[in-house]
Each structure stands twice: as structure tokens, then as C-alpha cells.
């Protein structure tokens, strides 16, 4: 199953690594124009190496890499070690602090089919290929992708929670986050932790494209390498694990924009919802959520004028044609994607993934200022996500509705890199 292994990562030398905070950055598939431009300026960012730019960007990063470390601007750590990575959070609607536990290590780089590291999304092509070029120019993991294991005991927290008592470093991230790194050297600790994941399934939470990316490279090396025994370093992937069972997993809610749709009208929409939903309008658009909350296969709709609750008559489910395991049919998401996006929109379901009559949109404001400035036609406000969702859809083998799951808080890039 699965097999992790420590490893020496290169962080910031001394004197910039005490300012870690500064030289952070947001996740490629997360950060936005602003941020980026704002980061860019900063010439010793990781986002150099993260989400390079210019005419030839992998290669650009490859650059910056060899300069940093020729200037010592990272330095490599002499002994492997497991670092273990724990994120303080709180979210506006929920008061209570959480702290999420996790470690950073290598683990082996296995395909898909073999159902030890498991995904709930599906990846574009033009992702992965843009993740593959950068692996094989700078042959660097700069950010873990996130994965989850099931320890119901909590075995390895305690060595986590000693080890963090000494941080090597702690920093406010992007997202109001505090960040704090230690280190675990101790071999006979780190064994634990190999014993510990080697009966685990793995699900990836957050990275696919980074995995898959570096699955991509392993197989090119495989075909190019004749003496490949399996032992090379690009076996191996960069991964933040965290733990299921704790109740620090947040699983935000990733709404639908709906744009471009010709012949649009509400009145004509809604006529629709009759036959399968039962609708609710509502008064105030920004109260919707208390209508929704917690409702299985229930939705909030948004015009420029209106505002509805809806929700799908039980015997209406009957009538969902999509040909997915029963675990994938039950989702929201998956109801929402073929009664409401397929069926009433018409966007066919085969060519939702690259529709460009969808967008998704996080943040319920942003959501309700796009519709009533006309830059949507409509909103589709939808429920988190929980992990058993994510784990019952791991388990069938199948994916889920594109952006079903926005994990947060994110890990940050800067923290440390890992050469392949």
C-alpha cells in the first residue's frame, strides 16, 4: 500500500528562512492575477518556482533554481528528516479555532488503477501536460499536494505535537492562516511513521493535477531509463498527509456561475423546476444559505431580481439517467449537474467540464455581485461537501463533479522544496 519515505528538503538559507512569511505563496490553482503580480516583484518568492512566467516558464523556473542555489539562497538539509506542518485556522461562521496536523514527507508515485492513492477528480490534459514540463525541467516537487490517511487511534499525533512545540519556523500566510513547521529526525519516530502508512489507502485532497503531473514523469523516465529499478528519485512525489478523523478537515462549497446562455429567462427557468422541485422564493438573496443548509439535493437559485430555495422531490431522483454508481448519483453536486445544469439549462453533460457557460465561484458575495452586475445570468448556491462523500466516491472508483471539494485552509508554497 502506501509507502512514504523522509527526504532532506532545500528551504531558505538562515537569514531569509526567519522571514519565511515574506517568501510564501498561494497554490497555482488558487492564487489570484493580483496576488501573483504582487508576489512576482518579490525576485526570491517561491512563486518563481511554483507558477513561473514568461515565453518559456518551466524552463524560467529551472533558471531561478540553479541561481538559488549556486547564491545559496536555499540550502539543503544534511539529514532526512519527516516535516511535520500544522495550519491554525477559523472560519467566519464558525468562531472556534481549529488546528490542522499533518506531516510532509516523499511517498511512491503509483498509477491510478492500482487503488492505493485515490481521486475524486479528473484532471485536464493541458494541466497535467504544463505540471510534466516543470517536473522534467527542474526535477523539484515546490509544493506538497495534500492526502488524506485513516488513523481512527490518532497514533502518530503525539509525535507530531511534541515535535511542533519546537517549530522551525511559524508564519501568517495568504489566507489569514498561521503556518508552523518542525522537523522529525529520529529515525526510529520516522519508522513509526513508514509502519504506520504502509497498510494505508491514500486520498488525494488537494493536487491532482501536481500528482498527476508527476505520475506523467515517472512513466517518460521509466521508458527512457533501461536499468529503472524503481528506487529513482522520480518514483516519488512530495505529499502533506493529514488525518481523516480529525476534526480539523474543512470542506468549503464551490458554487455555479451560469453565463452566455442564449434565449435566457427566468420565468421560463423556473417554469422548469416545477416538474422535478420544489420551490421556495425567498425574499433576501443574501439569506439563502439558512434555506439551504444541511438540506440534502436542496439549492439556492439567484437571478438579478429573484432569489429561490429548491429542492429535488425524492421521486424525482428516479429519473436520473447518468450511468454512475449509485455513490456518485446520490452527491448534490451530481443532481444538480444533471436535473438542473443538463436538464433544465441544457449544458450536456459531457461537455460540462469545458462549458464556458459555467464558472466557479468560492465566495457567495462574489457570486451575488456577478449576477446583479450582469456578469451572470444566474447562481447556483450549493452545501459543503463532507469527507464521507469524498471517501464513498474514492471507493467506487469513479470521480466526482468537477470543483466539488475546496479543502481549506490550503498548504502554502516556500516552506520547503523537494529534488527529485
Given at each position: 500500500?502506501?509507502?512514504?519515505?523522509?527526504?532532506?528538503?532545500?528551504?531558505?538559507?538562515?537569514?531569509?528562512?526567519?522571514?519565511?512569511?515574506e517568501?510564501t505563496?498561494?497554490?497555482?490553482?488558487?492564487?489570484?492575477?493580483?496576488?501573483?503580480?504582487?508576489l512576482y516583484?518579490?525576485?526570491?518568492?517561491s512563486?518563481?518556482?511554483?507558477i513561473p512566467?514568461?515565453?518559456?516558464?518551466?524552463?524560467?523556473?529551472?533558471?531561478?533554481?540553479?541561481?538559488?542555489?549556486q547564491?545559496?539562497?536555499?540550502?539543503?538539509?544534511?539529514?532526512?528528516g519527516?516535516?511535520v506542518?500544522y495550519?491554525?485556522?477559523?472560519?467566519?461562521?464558525?468562531?472556534e479555532?481549529?488546528?490542522?496536523k499533518?506531516?510532509i514527507?516523499?511517498?511512491?508515485?503509483?498509477?491510478?488503477?492500482?487503488?492505493?492513492?485515490?481521486?475524486?477528480?479528473?484532471?485536464?490534459?493541458?494541466?497535467?501536460?504544463?505540471?510534466?514540463?516543470l517536473?522534467a525541467?527542474?526535477?523539484?516537487?515546490?509544493?506538497?499536494?495534500?492526502?488524506?490517511?485513516t488513523d481512527?487511534?490518532?497514533e502518530l499525533?503525539?509525535?507530531m505535537?511534541?515535535?511542533?512545540?519546537?517549530p522551525?519556523?511559524?508564519?501568517?500566510?495568504?489566507?489569514?492562516v498561521?503556518?508552523?513547521?518542525g522537523?522529525?529526525?529520529d529515525?526510529?519516530?520516522?519508522?513509526?511513521?513508514?509502519?504506520?502508512?504502509?497498510?494505508?489507502?491514500?486520498?488525494?485532497?488537494?493536487?491532482h493535477?501536481?500528482y498527476?503531473?508527476?505520475?506523467?514523469?515517472m512513466?517518460?523516465?521509466?521508458?527512457?531509463?533501461?536499468?529503472?529499478?524503481?528506487?529513482?528519485?522520480?518514483n516519488?512525489?512530495?505529499?502533506?498527509?493529514?488525518?481523516?478523523?480529525?476534526?480539523?478537515?474543512?470542506i468549503?462549497?464551490t458554487?455555479?456561475?451560469?453565463?452566455?446562455?442564449?434565449?435566457?429567462?427566468?420565468?421560463?427557468?423556473?417554469?422548469?423546476?416545477?416538474?422535478?422541485?420544489?420551490?421556495?422564493?425567498?425574499?433576501?438573496?443574501?439569506?439563502?444559505?439558512?434555506?439551504?443548509?444541511?438540506k440534502?439535493?436542496?439549492?439556492?437559485?439567484?437571478?438579478?431580481?429573484n432569489?429561490?430555495?429548491v429542492r429535488?422531490?425524492?421521486?424525482?431522483?428516479?429519473e436520473?439517467?447518468w450511468?454512475?454508481?449509485?455513490?456518485?448519483?446520490?452527491?448534490?453536486l451530481?443532481?444538480?449537474?444533471?436535473?438542473?445544469?443538463?436538464?433544465?439549462?441544457?449544458?450536456?453533460?459531457?461537455?460540462?467540464?469545458?462549458?464556458d457557460?459555467?464558472?466557479?465561484?468560492?465566495?457567495?458575495?462574489?457570486?451575488?455581485?456577478?449576477?446583479?452586475?450582469?456578469?451572470?445570468?444566474?447562481a447556483?448556491?450549493?452545501?459543503?461537501?463532507?469527507?464521507?462523500?469524498?471517501?464513498?466516491?474514492?471507493?467506487?472508483?469513479?470521480?466526482?463533479?468537477?470543483?466539488?471539494?475546496?479543502?481549506?485552509p490550503?498548504?502554502?508554497c516556500?516552506?520547503?522544496y523537494?529534488?527529485?
Amino acid at each position: 500500500m502506501a509507502e512514504i519515505k523522509p527526504f532532506k528538503a532545500w528551504r531558505y538559507r538562515p537569514s531569509l528562512f526567519k522571514n519565511v512569511g515574506e517568501l510564501t505563496s498561494p497554490l497555482f490553482d488558487v492564487a489570484s492575477e493580483k496576488q501573483r503580480e504582487a508576489l512576482y516583484g518579490n525576485p526570491l518568492n517561491s512563486i518563481h518556482l511554483s507558477i513561473p512566467r514568461g515565453d518559456q516558464p518551466a524552463k524560467n523556473a529551472a533558471a531561478v533554481l540553479e541561481e538559488w542555489k549556486q547564491k545559496n539562497v536555499i540550502m539543503q538539509d544534511t539529514v532526512p528528516g519527516i516535516y511535520v506542518y500544522y495550519q491554525y485556522f477559523s472560519l467566519p461562521s464558525e468562531p472556534e479555532p481549529y488546528c490542522r496536523k499533518g506531516f510532509i514527507c516523499k511517498i511512491r508515485v503509483h498509477e491510478w488503477q492500482d487503488n492505493i492513492i485515490l481521486r475524486h477528480e479528473n484532471t485536464m490534459d493541458d494541466a497535467v501536460a504544463g505540471q510534466l514540463e516543470l517536473l522534467a525541467e527542474t526535477r523539484l516537487n515546490a509544493s506538497p499536494t495534500h492526502g488524506l490517511y485513516t488513523d481512527e487511534a490518532f497514533e502518530l499525533e503525539r509525535y507530531m505535537d511534541a515535535c511542533i512545540q519546537d517549530p522551525i519556523c511559524k508564519a501568517e500566510d495568504y489566507q489569514g492562516v498561521i503556518d508552523a513547521m518542525g522537523i522529525i529526525q529520529d529515525e526510529s519516530i520516522i519508522a513509526k511513521f513508514v509502519k504506520r502508512l504502509k497498510d494505508e489507502q491514500i486520498i488525494l485532497a488537494d493536487g491532482h493535477h501536481r500528482y498527476a503531473g508527476s505520475l506523467a514523469y515517472m512513466k517518460q523516465q521509466m521508458i527512457n531509463n533501461p536499468v529503472h529499478t524503481g528506487n529513482e528519485g522520480y518514483n516519488y512525489h512530495l505529499m502533506w498527509l493529514t488525518n481523516t478523523e480529525a476534526n480539523d478537515l474543512r470542506i468549503l462549497p464551490t458554487h455555479r456561475l451560469i453565463k452566455g446562455l442564449d434565449h435566457f429567462n427566468e420565468t421560463t427557468i423556473i417554469k422548469k423546476f416545477e416538474k422535478n422541485f420544489k420551490i421556495k422564493p425567498v425574499a433576501d438573496a443574501g439569506e439563502i444559505h439558512e434555506f439551504i443548509l444541511g438540506k440534502p439535493w436542496t439549492f439556492g437559485l439567484i437571478f438579478k431580481e429573484n432569489a429561490y430555495a429548491v429542492r429535488l422531490k425524492p421521486e424525482a431522483f428516479l429519473e436520473l439517467k447518468w450511468n454512475f454508481p449509485e455513490q456518485i448519483k446520490q452527491l448534490d453536486l451530481t443532481v444538480a449537474h444533471y436535473f438542473i445544469i443538463e436538464e433544465i439549462l441544457g449544458i450536456p453533460g459531457k461537455k460540462q467540464n469545458t462549458s464556458d457557460n459555467i464558472e466557479y465561484e468560492r465566495n457567495f458575495t462574489k457570486c451575488m455581485t456577478a449576477v446583479m452586475k450582469a456578469k451572470a445570468q444566474m447562481a447556483i448556491l450549493t452545501n459543503d461537501v463532507c469527507i464521507e462523500d469524498v471517501k464513498r466516491a474514492c471507493g467506487c472508483g469513479c470521480t466526482m463533479p468537477p470543483k466539488s471539494t475546496f479543502f481549506y485552509p490550503k498548504a502554502v508554497c516556500g516552506f520547503l522544496y523537494c529534488s527529485l
